[in-house]
């Protein structure tokens, strides 16, 4: 008898490398996967030994293997399902006589039902070449047997339970807003001796990085301030086309500090309305600019930003102002001074 305890253990350690790899979720209480195993009245002790190998291998991986005493030699799917449900099992195995009435030496039929599927796994285990040797065969009966159960249980039972692998949230897309557009007005002014001029202006621009922007603004037809005169009223309306860089710094709260350049095109018409008996005309001025302007943007909402700044244009040409050929009125450009207020939204 102690040889064929010594081949029980020979085979079922021959299995331990496979049952100490895996591991088995616990169920939402907390506790283990039950495995039920239901012994027919007369077991014999080979199978018994073996099975008690193979409780203490699943305890130590997480399962509970519970052993309960079957009332009757005659096992079916319905009384399997009966039991399992009784006693909140995630598994039930039970042994019964094949078909056919084989000695109890020589072969039997373990069920597996696994109540998560619903699957039913049946093996007909037999002696095979040691069928005369009764020691033998209750021991190679007794090694298939837990082999199957452990195969049933760690392959199919653990590998389904197992938690899902953990994906995290994809990372939403944020959007890069590159388009911008914004309107507001500029007041310019200067040594010519007329009063400020006020006029509408209008940007399109395109982000270029997290801390630039190039655009183009256009401003016009605003106000026309003018300058009485003793032959008559002369009287301003400018006009400008640029292409401007702006970068801003870091943000403090909703605040950004901002510096803008810009080159382009201005014009100044002048017109002149005289008093009797003089003739009066028109004339547009103009020169290539550049301005430098610096100022901080609110930002109002995400997409929506005030951009307050000031600065200086310079006039490659000197717009002079003359009532006649010979009577200076003044100059525009050297320098003039600009400020500008807009509202932007970007998108």
């Known amino acids: 008898m102690i040889s064929a305890l010594a081949l029980v253990l020979f085979g079922l350690l021959q299995a331990d490398g496979m049952a100490n790899a895996v591991s088995v979720d616990r169920g939402e209480s907390g506790s283990p996967a039950l495995v039920v195993v239901a012994l027919p009245a007369n ?4 199978i018994v030994e073996a099975l008690n190998r193979l409780r203490g291998e699943a305890t130590s991986v997480g399962f509970e293997v519970r052993f309960v005493d079957a009332s009757t030699e005659s096992m079916n799917l319905a009384r399997l399902d009966g039991l399992a449900r009784g006693l909140r099992s995630a598994a039930v195995v039970a042994f019964a006589d094949p078909e056919g009435g084989a000695p109890k030496a020589q072969a039997f039929d373990v069920w597996f039902l696994d109540r998560a599927s619903g699957k039913t796994s049946v093996a007909h285990l037999t002696a095979g070449e040691v069928v005369d040797d009764s020691d033998r065969s209750e021991v190679v009966l007794a090694v298939r047997a837990v082999d199957f159960i452990r195969a049933r249980m760690f392959d199919t039972l653990a590998g389904r339970q197992a938690e899902p692998v953990f994906s995290p949230p994809r990372p939403e897309l944020v959007r890069v807003q590159r388009g911008y557009v914004a309107g507001g007005v500029v007041v310019l002014g200067g040594a010519s001796g007329f009063s400020p001029m006020v006029s509408p202006q209008v940007e399109v621009g395109y982000r270029l990085a997290e801390w630039s922007r190039l655009g183009v603004t256009a401003s016009g037809f605003g106000t026309q301030p003018s300058n009485d005169g003793t032959r008559g009223r002369v009287s301003l309306a400018p006009r400008s ?3 401007n860089l702006m970068v801003w710094g870091r943000a403090w709260r909703r605040l950004q500090p901002a510096l803008s350049t810009g080159v382009g095109q201005f014009w100044l018409r002048v017109r002149g309305d005289p008093s009797p008996p003089n003739e009066g005309r028109t004339v547009v001025l103009s ?4 301005d430098l302007a610096a100022g901080i943007m609110v930002r109002v909402l995400p997409n929506l930003l005030v951009d307050l700044r000031g600065g200086s244009l ?11 050929s010979d009577t200076y009125l003044g100059s525009v450009g050297r320098p003039a001074w600009f400020g500008v207020a807009r509202l932007g939204l970007s998108f």
């Open 43 to 46: 077991a014999n002790r080979a």
């Open 241 to 243: 086309v640029s292409a």
């Open 287 to 290: 020169s290539l600019c550049a």
């Open 314 to 324: 310079w006039l490659r040409s000197e717009l002079k102002i003359n009532s006649t």
